[in-house]
């Protein structure tokens, strides 16, 4: 099953989606930018908590 990434709203194919945590499903290089603001895994948290 196909979705869009939250950050840069392609379609990622269930292959090739990364979950985080937080439960966002996503392009791996956009996995690796979100790890800096995470809601859940970060010290950015805060940025990640307003996005939503």
Same mark, same amino acid.
């Given at each position: 099953?196909?979705? &869009?990434?939250?950050?840069? &709203?392609?379609?990622?194919?269930?292959?090739?989606q990364?979950?985080?945590?937080?439960?966002?499903?996503?392009?791996?290089?956009?996995?690796?930018a979100?790890?800096?603001?995470?809601?859940?895994?970060?010290?950015?948290?805060?940025?990640?908590a307003?996005?939503r």
């Amino acid at each position: 099953m196909k979705t &869009r990434c939250p950050l840069c &709203r392609r379609l990622v194919p269930s292959d090739a989606q990364h979950w985080c945590r937080c439960g966002k499903a996503m392009d791996s290089r956009c996995y690796d930018a979100h790890d800096d603001w995470c809601a859940v895994r970060s010290g950015d948290a805060w940025i990640g908590a307003l996005e939503r």
